[in-house]
């Protein structure tokens, strides 16, 4: 067995999209021969799976200088572009540099010390490094020596337009992704044309495209099901708006208008926050009676709500370098075996390659065909014939088929090294 370092901040119990993709590869690279001991920052319990390290919130630790509290859920949100206060652009510019590149750069410290202790210490054939957070890329930039690292890239980073950034964050970002990515051995992304996108800015760096994937054995204790009312699900988060509902709406609203459907034969459901902004934008396309906002809720629930719904909605935006991204919801609705319905993006879209590829689904860039895709979907309900996916159009993006993909870049990083 080869040995791998494998450091990521989402790992279980952390809840985010991005512990899926660390599951996998925690769970499954033994299989292919790598043995694996995972770095990450303080859980806070009594778990002896992981490498635990130091970790200084340091976004915490403002807010508690300043009495500020925060919950679970703020209702009061503001809508992605919206027009922010000056003091409030302020505040942000300063919280920014102060939590570059990241709200985890306090576990910078903690976690390049306890990685250099562990390459000094002992042989390692590789890291792996998985980010978002850049703040990983940092720690491992600074801590891994001769040991060849493969830097697993999420997102996009210097060229990420999914959030809001100044023109000073943008120049930095730059300058950090070159200085930390350049000492990688290899990178890899979560489609072709986010990995096209790495080769551009990194010439002559090896970087390989591997989707995410889904638990098979987590979705095999889930029953499909139906509701009474055709159903459209989205789960997951819409940045503010970002991932903007409005075409969805549009639609929803026109078939209501038209009579093609009723509000007692129509819901969508929404898995994501209820941000202020997102129930005014419902109330003013006058959908409070179809469209539900959920909150968050367990896992459990969601998922077996998947499973009963007639349609699972992705929401993108159209940015410069979207065309590459995917979101890792995605492959859990690959997991569930319902049609998806991918709303907007860009003309050329990774997820409307894999949709093609797969045949799980259909992507509009136009009202008119989102209300046709939703009038099918409602005919379908209509006459019982609600459709499943078949488990071999999927069967190449489970978390094992991830993992293995992964080992093969491992393995060849490692074979480099004389």
Partial sequence: MRRLLFVSYWVPPRMAIGTVRSSHLIKHLSKFGWEVTTVTACLGSDRTAFVETGFWDVKGSIKHAFGMNGGAENPNVAQYGSKRPLHKRAISLVSGLVTYPDEQVGWVPHAARTLRDMVTQNQWDAILSSAPPMSTNLAVALAHGRVPWVADMRDLWAEDDSTEHSALRSYMDDKLERLCLGQASAMTAT????AQRFRQRHPGKLCVPISTGFDDE?????????????????????????????????????????????????????????????????????????VRVHGFVDRSIVLAAQRRADRLIVLSWDGPTAEGVVAGKLFEYFGA??????????????????????????????????????????????????????????????????????????????????
């Fill in 191 to 194: 489609s072709e044309r986010s």
């Fill in 337 to 418: 075996r319902r049609p998806v319905l991918a709303i907007g993006g860009p003309p050329v879209f990774a997820v409307e390659d894999l949709l093609n590829e797969t045949g799980t689904g259909v992507r509009c860039r136009t009202i008119d065909d989102t209300a046709i895709e939703i009038r099918n979907a409602i005919t379908q309900h209509r006459n019982g014939a609600i459709r499943m996916i078949e488990p071999s159009a999927v069967a190449a993006y489970t978390g094992e088929a991830c993992a293995q993909q992964f080992a093969r870049v491992l393995n060849g990083v490692a074979s480099s090294v004389t």
């Fill in 218 to 290: 987590e979705w095999q204790v889930i029953p499909f099901g139906s509701e009474p009312e055709c159903t459209l699900l989205y789960a997951g988060t819409l940045y503010r708006g970002k991932r903007d509902p409005s075409m969805l709406f549009t639609a929803v609203r026109r078939l209501l208008d038209e009579g093609s459907a009723t509000p007692a034969e129509l819901r969508v459901d929404f898995y994501t926050p209820r941000e202020t902004w997102l129930l005014e934008l419902i109330a003013r396309f006058g959908l409070d009676d179809v």
